[in-house]
């Protein structure tokens, strides 16, 4: 709130609210949405292989399975053993709308171990599995 002085000596009210902080707080913290929003990262930290022919893939998949450049497999962001998971798979599509899984490798994890977690997907019924690539800028001769 603010005072006006007059000569008259009639002292009124000024019901203006100060804004200026408010925008000053405002901004700041659009500054840090701004920079603080592409650090932000969903499921597991995996270092994709690029890909030229990709299709888009839908903005939040149901089931997805991560396999990191050791061999560690995360399935919806719990760890799950080889051996594990036909039981755990069994359980995520229980919930799930389509019988379709996501499959996030890591670009340094040898292919024979892709594809055995392929076969044991197999083996737990599931015969849709996406392969999620980052895509490649250009074609390289």
Do not use: H, W
Request: with cysteine; charged share 25%.
């Amino acid at each position: 709130m603010a005072f006006s002085v007059s000569m008259d000596k009639k002292e009124t009210v000024k019901s203006e609210p100060n804004v200026v902080p408010l925008c000053d707080v405002l901004l700041v913290l659009l500054i840090i949405f701004m920079v603080v929003t592409p650090l932000v990262q969903k499921g597991v930290d995996v270092q994709l292989p690029t890909a030229l022919n990709t299709t888009t893939m839908p903005d939040d998949p149901e089931v997805i399975l991560s396999i990191k450049a050791d061999g560690t497999l995360y399935l919806k962001e719990q760890r799950v053993i080889l051996d594990g998971l036909a039981p755990a798979l069994e359980e995520a599509f229980i919930s799930a709308k389509e019988r379709k899984l996501y499959l996030r490798a890591d670009q340094n994890l040898p292919f024979e171990k892709v594809v055995d977690v392929i076969n044991k997907v197999r083996e737990a019924g599931i015969e849709m599995v996406g392969i999620i690539t980052e895509k490649k800028a250009t074609e390289e001769t």
